[in-house]
Nanobody, 125 residues
């Protein structure tokens, strides 16, 4: 069974940091592009950051550039999203996804993507 288990969400004050993790089981990440997506209350899902299967190509949406860092550790079969200088607008459910094909930039696409269960990030004072 292919699984992507997320962890690391929580409540943080503005300006704080969190690191999200997604650990893969039942498959290896080596040949998969990874994307982090988020969905805020009342809004649609948006891609936040992605990293190619090689790790050489990355993308960030403008609102998180300079604050978020995506990384992958193929040896540990885990991906990360380091989030610094968090803002209230970053409040959302965050999802990781892995897939063998990419659409826009390096975001994985297609019905065979493996999704994490989601983790809630709340930025509030």
């Amino acid at each position: 069974q292919l699984q992507f288990v997320e962890s690391g969400g929580g409540l943080v004050q503005p300006g704080g940091s969190l690191r999200l993790s997604c650990a893969a089981s039942g498959f290896t990440l080596d040949n998969y592009a990874i994307g982090w997506f988020r969905q805020a209350p009342g809004k649609g899902r948006e891609g936040v950051s992605c990293i190619s299967s090689s790790g050489f190509s990355m993308h960030y949406i403008d609102s998180v550039k300079g604050r978020f860092t995506i990384s992958r550790d193929n040896a540990e079969n885990t991906v990360y999203l380091q989030m610094n200088s968090l803002e209230p607008d970053d409040t959302a459910n965050y999802y990781c996804a892995a897939g063998p094909r990419t659409g826009y930039q390096c975001y994985p696409t297609g019905g065979d993507r493996v999704w994490g269960q989601g983790t809630l990030v709340t930025v509030s004072s």
